[in-house]
């Protein structure tokens, strides 16, 4: 059975930086994309990027291209999400979340496509 565990979340100033960190466990995480999520009260849980099983594709949302990166560390059986300048609309609890079925392309992903979540970290950036 997989777990997901995020970490890293916290109080930070608009323009800041913040590095999350899931630490999976259970067997073949190195064939599953990873990817990452995030919701705010009121709203649906929101696809923010994935990264495939080997890590040498990704995807973003357009809302953090060009400040999120999605990395993963598969001798570690871990996947990071390195937010830049961060603004007040990026306060969310952030979750990650394995694709449903191995070796698959990533793209923009649903909630519908992972079959396992972590119980998410919240990051809240201050103006």
């Known amino acids: 059975q997989v777990q997901l565990v995020e970490s890293g979340g916290g109080l930070v100033q608009a323009g800041g930086s913040l590095r999350l960190s899931c630490a999976a466990s259970g067997r073949a995480f190195s064939s599953y994309a990873m990817a990452w999520f995030r919701q705010t009260p009121g709203k649906e849980r929101e696809f923010v990027a994935a990264i495939n099983y080997g890590g040498r594709n990704t995807y973003y949302a357009d809302s953090v291209k060009g400040r999120f990166t999605i990395s993963r560390d598969n001798a570690r059986n871990t996947v990071y999400l390195q937010m830049n300048s961060l603004s007040v609309e990026d306060t969310a609890v952030y979750y990650c979340?394995?694709?449903?079925?191995?070796?698959?392309?990533?793209?923009?992903?649903?909630?519908?496509?992972?079959?396992?979540w972590g119980k998410g970290t919240l990051v809240t950036v201050s103006s």
């Open positions: 979340a394995r694709d449903r079925r191995p070796y698959t392309i990533v793209s923009a992903y649903t909630s519908d496509d992972m079959n396992y």
